[in-house]
């Protein structure tokens, strides 16, 4: 058999879906699939399970199974994004929070957790809000980075509508949670805003 790396991305699919339908073979339910997604596995990756079956021929088994790889090859990009693990410039953790955030259609707000050495010790997503925005609640960043023993944070959020411009409430939750921290003795070395377009540093634009 040849190597999955000479497989077209309609084959590595129909590996995936196994078995196709009376009417259709693996191979042409995984065309109709890519095609949903626009024939853009990046696309494909921000379609959820429930959307996926309503692709005749695809039950919920199969589009989990199609999930899990793509959430697979998301994490394996992630992790080699940051290999070293820790944060030197706003540009290795934008790149990392780009393929992190980039197939969420609304708004989350995430941080990450650094140690002394400015060593990641743990990323997660704090809140998912509506199309307008989201909403992070200083308290539970907080409580977490005492619980992840983090001497440092890095505020992080998504704008899918593409725009890397802070909104002025980007700006006073910011300040907010900075406040709040000081008084831990926690640092906020940086809020990222990042999208499709590229990334938006407060550290680097000294807004911070």
Known sequence: M???ENLSNSEL????????????????????ILKLGKDNLVELGKLSVKELTK???????????????????RRRQASSALEKQVVSSSHDIA??????????RREVF???FLNRANKINHFEIIS??????????PRIILRKALEEDAVNIILCHNHPSGSLKPSRADEEL??????????????????????DNGYYSFADEGIL
């Open 2 to 4: 040849s190597g999955a």
């Open 95 to 104: 790149a990392f929070l780009q393929i992190k955030l980039k197939d969420f």
């Open 55 to 73: 692709l005749k021929g695809i039950g919920e088994a199969k589009a989990i199974a199609i999930a899990a790889a793509l959430e697979l090859g």
């Open 174 to 195: 910011t300040s907010k949670i900075k406040d709040a921290a000081r008084l831990f003795d926690i640092k906020v070395l940086d809020h990222i805003i990042v999208s």
């Open 13 to 32: 699919l129909a590996i995936l879906i196994h078995h196709g339908t009376r009417e259709k073979t693996a191979v042409d339910l995984a065309k109709e």
């Open 110 to 112: 995430a941080v990450l």
């Open 128 to 137: 998912e809000g509506g199309i307008t925005g989201t909403v992070a609640d």
